[in-house]
């Protein structure tokens, strides 16, 4: 019997209640500052990889030159996925959605595999080997199922392609150059990690009960495909679309203000200012139209900004890290419903290291309820 004195006050969506205890990322949402494993990722993004990053989120420190250079060839030498799993792809509805194809196929990575023991879970080779078959194979089954519903063979994984070219040269054949490769390695690093965001709170939840790692990274990813969460990258570039040139934003922002309708890309739980993964973001679509043209929608995101700030800022609703990350997978030649899929690639890092955390001094996620129902009905039979 739960003793009602003792319930805390409750807190729609859990708003400022601490659900763990971590040390693999830090946000300070009025400063706009985001580090992990306490380095800013401003000085990530700027000297380091998506490898290295993962290496650093998921096993706690940089890597040496050489645990890198094992680290990089061990994923390097898992980016081929199952021929079932490509057969299970081909017969997806061409029209699906690819976060729901991605789910389906990490969820069905499950059956391949043992299922993982409480021994497994405290095994640093068990979680090391599975780390790195997730992290290598899902950016492989998301370009599969693109180039499948295309019609069109997948393209094998290039073992002399870093992580980022590989992904974008096995979404159509065609290798990108360096400086694309580059841009979009630092996309992945900045969606890497971001405390407990609904997703990671997901993934949490679900390895809490000592699920395997498969239905713990299942689960995450369907609570990342949420309009809300993840899937407001897609809802942005849908927006700017709609928008269509920077004369018709004022009259659409206010359209929708005065409908209440949210501004997608806009407003964050924890940061009460500019996203600092949005500014990063927004200077990496800067560079990419400085130097392969300029694309008219980043004209109306400008514009955009403006104008919603004038009306939100004053209630600290900025841009987040989904309202300029649409522009430069746009330019990078990425289909929108891939933008999602994408967060979820560069996410699985997060999704990883809490697992990782969790299984240490594991408790089993079980909050309670504020019960608002009735009580002591009497059951009346259907006939009366
Ligand atoms: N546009 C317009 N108004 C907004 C927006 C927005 N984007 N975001 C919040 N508001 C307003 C709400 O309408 C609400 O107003 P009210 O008090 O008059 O009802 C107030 O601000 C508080 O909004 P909540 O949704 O309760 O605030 P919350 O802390 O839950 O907001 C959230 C976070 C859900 C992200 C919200 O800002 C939102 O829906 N944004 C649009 C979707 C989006 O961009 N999601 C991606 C977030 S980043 C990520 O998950 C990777």
Not at 302 to 312: F, N, T
Request: hydrophobic share 40%; charged share 25%; aromatic share 10%.
């Amino acid at each position: 019997m739960v003793d009602e004195n003792k319930l805390g006050e409750y807190m729609p969506g859990l708003e400022g209640v601490p659900a763990t205890r971590s040390n693999i990322s830090y946000i300070d949402g009025k400063q706009g500052i985001l580090e992990y494993r306490g380095i800013s990722i401003d000085e990530l993004c700027k000297h380091s990889s998506f490898l290295e990053t993962a290496f650093l989120l998921i096993f706690g420190n940089l890597p040496t030159e050489d645990e890198l250079k094992e680290f990089d060839h061990d994923v390097l030498h898992r980016r081929r996925i199952k021929y079932r799993i490509r057969d299970m792809i081909k017969s997806f509805p061409d029209n699906g959605h690819p976060m729901d194809a991605l789910q389906t196929c990490v969820s069905a990575m499950g059956l391949f595999y043992p299922i993982a023991t409480p021994k497994d879970l405290k095994s640093p080779d068990y979680i090391r080997d599975v780390t790195l078959r997730l992290l290598a194979k899902i950016p492989t089954m998301v370009a599969t199922f693109h180039m499948m519903r295309q019609g069109n063979d997948p393209v094998l994984p290039r073992d002399d392609l870093s992580y980022a070219a590989n992904f974008l040269y096995m979404l159509n054949g065609e290798e990108p150059d360096l400086f694309m490769a580059k841009i979009f390695d630092i996309c992945l690093l900045l969606h890497g990690e971001h405390t407990v965001n609904a997703s990671t709170f997901c993934a949490l939840v679900t390895a809490s009960t000592l699920s395997d790692p498969f239905s713990v990274l299942a689960a995450a990813i369907g609570t990342l495909s949420g309009p809300l969460h993840g899937g407001a990258n897609e809802q942005v570039m849908v927006m700017l679309e709609e928008i269509g040139s920077a004369e018709n934003v004022e009259a659409y922002l206010e359209g929708k203000l005065t409908r209440k309708e949210k501004i997608m890309g806009f407003g964050h739980r924890v940061y009460k200012v500019k996203d600092p993964r949005a500014i990063i973001l927004q200077g990496l679509a800067r560079e990419l139209f400085d130097k392969y043209g300029h694309d008219p929608y980043y004209e109306v995101a400008l514009r955009l900004e403006e104008v919603a700030l004038e009306k939100l800022a004053h209630r600290n609703i900025y841009p987040n890290v989904d309202f300029y990350s649409g522009l430069v997978y746009k330019k990078l030649g990425i289909p929108v419903d891939l933008f999602t899929p994408i967060f979820a690639i560069a996410r699985v890092t997060g999704w990883l290291a809490h697992w990782k955390e969790q299984l240490v001094d594991n408790r089993l996620f079980r909050p309670t309820q504020v019960y608002t129902g009735k009580r002591d009905i009497r059951y009346m039979p259907i006939a009366d």
